[in-house]
């Protein structure tokens, strides 16, 4: 019927829950109704789905009387509930509808209550405020219900703290707190003494504070309000936070959290873990306070609470920004204010508003930043949020003295001082004018506000008297050390030529007006002046700034003119990497009387550095792709095991049958047999990627190969592609394995295909190249060496996005869907050229299409075409040889035997080498040739070949293996010195190879 109880209830509930099972109509609502009351201090997260079943049943019987009745109990306790879950829109909604509904002065009461509340939960602190006012008014003009009208007072209390007037917020509190307690509402009394402890928490009165958090606390404990309880231990820690004592602060918001956890109320967990995240910002614990983050937005996604959740991203913005992450601190702030645009709370809006103006502001985004700040002062002052206003103040007041709006950022500030009770909001107004004074070079006021400053910061936050008069004498010596190197330039200035002449830096003293007052030698050459040319007057910062970034050097002088020294680089007209800097020289008073230019060539550096990137980029990514290979080359491993296995199937299953297979079994075995194939496919190009796979490098001809392949091209196109082929390269022959030829083609042709979204043409041509032609750049390199055979194949298709081709040859990187590509094609393709010697290129246009271009080096070595062949006689022509099989994987080994078997083979199999040589020695002149798989337990299979070999010389070997780990034994199967069979392979496949081996041997020792 809707609800989702927890593990266990208490025993009240319990009962109720009973009951609940087989009520119906009015009878049920009120169960729920009960239901809800009683959990509603410990889970409230359960108590408002219960509520939430109550009102949609009265929702659906509303014209019944009985249910009417019902109506506004329910509604009001969905109300408050929402309102203490976050769920803004919803309980305003509920609450329009409860003073809709209201006929008596007493419902009056509780629907502005609750009208009140729901306001609040949205931001708009103005209107919850009057709404309270008017329940205070209407319930002392009643004067009938004392805890009623504490209530309501607490209601108006909360609405004033939240517009930022901590004293007034504090004055109702403690004026209904005594209603409170002199009428024995202990529920209301804890949530008047917890609404108190914030106040005075707010206003710097930490110890009074933690007093009235454990008198919250002990009325929570007495009325069973752990809901309550929990809130009261997060916020205690955060005022322990504030005083310095982080170790208590996590200890309390810890034992919340795990009271929170313990009786399954996500709701207020997420707001301990905002709490703790707070008290991470104090102590500078970022890593941590994200963390704390993370796990509170992973509750809202479960539970849908988009008012937490636009707090998190909030707070997950600023400590990207603390870190740097400016990108994903600028995306975090769109997601809060996206949360609260859905959530329709204007009051996490304005926070989202200021958490981007903050972004903004470090990413020097100043006009941006301006623009939310402005956004958040226009709602702020419309609605009476004292809070918004003030912080968007601070705010702007720090972008100004960032852009030197020094004059902008006083008048801000002195705003803020005039408009504030709130002792932190104050400190930072003063340490705004500090800043801006300073830079105004009015260093008594600057003094001043930094002493205003510490003794704030000293009344919040516990500074110890002594660090505090330190740190204002360290700003005195500081200031006073300034005013003597001010001194020193001007007594220094007939030694500064002298210092300068002989000096490798470009030095500059410019006017105020951009002229060169005076140069040095390096930097009349910055200048082109001759050297017997005079500076002074000659040149002007406009001349200076042509070969220069000319709007950046422009503002950078500007801000220096103003005080503020700044370091950039720059580029000469000559092309020359410059190092530069703006120092403001002041005089006595303070004021900026010369520009220093500083400047010295790093071109030689700046060079270097971009080699040394570039190579380290280049190491980088050949690591990467060798640890994807490795991965590749092991999974490819383990898949042509089964594959072989899955390959044996049909074999043993047509002889389970006396006569002739079915049709339809014989169907089904031949699905299994191409399936197979298909898959080992895949196999093929993860170890050809990985370079894992045995070469058999061939001199061929490229057309040769191509033409062979045609017929599974054009059977492979849908009819509406047309395929035509210009193979122009004649007899010209390179050195490949005939397979990856075949391998490149068939990808590239492919992938044309999957391209053209309807009718098209792919074209594949050969010819030859040679150095010279400026249309092969990228293969410059390559045709200098030697000329080269042209393989290329395009297609008419729609072309590639250039954002995309840079990545075309990354190992798995595909824009198909999952069911379309694995992402391997072009990589493989990559991988196989680059094996063979070759050069890949890519060339495309939007709308018209795309060439893919192989180079691949030629050879003058003779093509040696191989004969033809009859069909396998492998089955028939067994002389009842020994094979010993050592293969360790079972369903292999025993497909393996019993295919040799039927063969006529005398089969010894094991497991191991261990077995294998104990086999050996038991039958030493049965055993005609060792079938052995590579990789093996206790040794690898090149060992026990060697070892045997040693016991019989002679003896034959063909090795089996999925992929081959041994560099030089891949070298020697790649030679031609070992019989070798890949897997997959099939059984006609495995009886050929025996054959083969076990006749060259026969050659070998019987020519005639």
Same mark, same amino acid.
């Given at each position: 019927?809707?609800? *989702? ?60 009387? $009985? ?31 409860? /003073? ?50 504490? =209530? ?30 002199? %009428? ?12 108190? #402890? ?8 930490? /110890? ?10 002990? *009325?929570?404990?007495?009325? #069973? ?42 709701? !207020? ?6 709490? !703790? ?85 470090? !990413? ?74 300073? #830079? ?166 700046? =060079? ?167 249309? %092969? ?17 395009? *297609? ?33 393709? %990559? ?26 080096? !030629? ?78 337990? $206790? ?70």
């Amino acid at each position: 019927m809707g609800y *989702d109880p927890p593990m266990t209830f208490p025993i009240d509930c319990q009962a109720l829950l009973n009951r609940l099972r087989d009520a119906d109509g009015a009878d049920r609502v009120r169960l729920l109704l009960e239901l809800s009351n009683q959990l509603k201090t410990t889970d409230k997260l359960q108590a408002c789905r219960w509520i939430d079943e109550a009102r949609r049943m009265v929702d659906r019987e509303g014209s019944v009387d $009985e249910f009417s009745a019902l109506r506004e109990s329910v509604l009001s306790a969905a109300c408050r509930l929402h309102s203490e879950l976050g769920n803004g829109a919803t309980s305003l909604e509920l609450a329009e509808e409860v /003073l809709a509904m209201a006929s008596g002065d007493r419902a009056r009461v509780h629907a502005h209550h609750l009208l009140g509340m729901a306001q609040a939960v949205r931001g708009e602190a103005t209107v919850a405020r009057d709404q309270h006012q008017r329940a205070v008014d209407l319930q002392q003009a009643l004067d009938d219900d004392p805890p009623l009208l504490a =209530e309501c007072m607490f209601g108006l209390a909360g609405a004033t703290l939240q517009l930022g007037d901590l004293a007034g917020g504090l004055k109702i509190a403690e004026s209904a707190l005594a209603i409170a307690r002199e %009428h024995a509402a202990l529920a209301v009394a804890a949530r008047l003494a917890f609404v108190i #402890g914030q106040a005075q928490s707010g206003l710097g009165e930490s /110890l009074a504070a933690l007093s009235s958090f454990d008198h919250a606390l002990r *009325d929570a404990r007495s009325t #069973g309000d752990l809901w309550l309880e929990a809130r009261i231990e997060g916020q205690t820690g955060r005022v322990h936070s504030v005083m310095g004592d982080h170790a208590a602060a996590l200890e309390k918001c810890g034992r919340a959290l795990s009271m929170t956890r313990a009786h399954g109320d996500v709701v !207020m967990t997420n707001a301990l873990l905002l709490l !703790m995240s707070d008290a991470c910002t104090v102590m500078d614990a970022n890593e941590q306070g994200a963390t704390y983050l993370r796990e509170l937005l992973v509750n809202c996604e479960e539970t849908g609470n988009l008012y937490y959740e636009s707090q998190a991203w909030c707070r997950l913005a600023h400590f990207q920004s603390q870190q740097g992450e400016l990108d994903e601190a600028l995306e975090s702030a769109h997601r809060a204010l996206d949360v609260a645009d859905r959530a329709a709370n204007q009051g996490e809006r304005t926070k989202a508003q200021l958490a981007l103006g903050a972004v903004r502001q470090s !990413m020097k985004s100043y006009e941006a930043a301006h623009a939310h700040f402005d956004l958040v002062l226009e709602w702020s002052r419309e609605h009476g949020d004292a809070w918004s206003e003030i912080h968007a103040l601070l705010h702007k007041a720090e972008v100004c003295i960032d852009q030197r709006d020094f004059d902008a950022a006083i008048n801000l500030a002195a705003q803020v001082l005039k408009g504030s009770t709130y002792d932190r909001s104050l400190a930072r107004a003063h340490g705004r004018l500090a800043d801006a004074y300073e #830079g105004l070079g009015d260093l008594a006021n600057a003094l001043h506000h930094l002493k205003l400053n510490h003794a704030l910061v000293s009344k919040t936050a516990k500074t110890n008297e002594k660090d505090r008069l330190e740190v204002a004498r360290v700003q005195q010596e500081l200031t006073q050390a300034r005013r003597d190197a001010d001194r020193a330039v001007e007594r220094g200035e007939a030694n500064y030529r002298a210092l300068v002449e002989h000096s490798p830096y470009v030095i500059h003293q410019l006017a105020v007006d951009g002229n060169v007052i005076s140069t040095n030698p390096a930097g009349r050459l910055l200048l082109d002046l001759a050297p017997d040319v005079e500076a002074s007057g000659v040149a002007h910062l406009r001349a200076i700034k042509a070969g220069w970034e000319r709007d950046r050097v422009g503002v950078l002088f500007e801000e220096a003119c103003r005080g503020r020294s700044n370091e950039f680089q720059f580029k000469s007209g000559a092309g020359a990497f410059f190092d530069g800097c703006f120092v403001p020289i002041e005089d006595a008073a303070g004021r900026v009387r010369r520009v220093l230019f500083l400047g010295l060539d790093v071109t030689a550096r700046i =060079e270097a550095e971009r080699e040394r990137g570039r190579l380290l980029r280049e190491q980088a990514e050949s690591q990467r792709l060798a640890v994807i290979g490795r991965l590749a080359a092991t999974v490819a491993h383990d898949f042509n095991n089964y594959l072989t296995s899955l390959l044996f199937r049909p074999r043993l299953i047509e002889n389970e049958f006396e006569g002739p297979v079915p049709a339809a079994v014989d169907k089904h075995l031949r699905e299994i047999e191409s399936t197979v194939t298909s898959a080992a496919g895949v196999t093929r190009q993860l170890l050809t990627f990985s370079r894992q796979q045995v070469v058999r490098p061939q001199v061929i001809v490229c057309d040769d190969v191509i033409r062979g392949l045609k017929s599974v091209l054009e059977l492979s196109l849908p009819e509406n592609v047309q395929l035509e082929f210009e193979l122009i390269s004649g007899a010209a022959a390179i050195r490949m394995d005939p397979s990856h030829l075949e391998q490149v083609v068939l990808n590239l042709v492919l992938n044309a295909r999957d391209a053209l979204v309807s009718a098209g043409q792919i074209t594949v041509v050969t010819r030859l190249m040679t150095s010279g032609d400026d249309e %092969h750049t990228q293969a410059s390199a390559l045709l200098s060496k030697t000329p080269c055979v042209l393989l290329e194949v395009r *297609d008419t298709g729609p072309g590639i996005d250039p954002e995309i081709i840079p990545h075309l040859f990354e190992p798995f990187f595909t824009t198909k869907s999952l069911t379309q590509g694995t992402g391997l094609g072009l990589a493989t393709v %990559h991988s196989v050229v680059q094996q063979s010697g070759g050069v890949v290129s890519v060339n495309s246009q939007l709308g018209v299409g795309t060439t893919f271009r192989i180079y691949l080096p !030629m050879t003058l070595a003779t093509v040696v075409r191989p004969r033809a062949e009859g069909p396998s006689q492998a089955a028939d022509t067994s002389g009842g040889e020994g094979v010993l099989l050592c293969e360790d994987d079972r369903e292999i080994r025993l497909g393996v035997e019993k295919v040799l078997q039927s063969a006529g083979y005398e089969v010894y199999s094991a497991a191991c080498p261990s077995e294998a040589l104990e086999l050996v020695q038991a039958r030493p002149a049965s055993i005609d040739l060792l079938v052995t798989d590579v990789v093996l337990p $206790e040794m690898s299979g090149i060992d026990l070949a060697e070892e045997l070999r040693r016991r019989r010389p002679g003896l034959e070997v063909l090795f089996v293996s999925g992929y081959a780990t041994n560099e030089a034994f891949l070298a020697e199967i790649s030679g031609g010195e070992h019989r070798y069979l890949e897997k997959p392979f099939s059984p006609n496949d495995l009886l050929d190879a025996v054959r083969e081996t076990i006749d060259a041997q026969r050659r070998v020792t019987d020519p005639g």
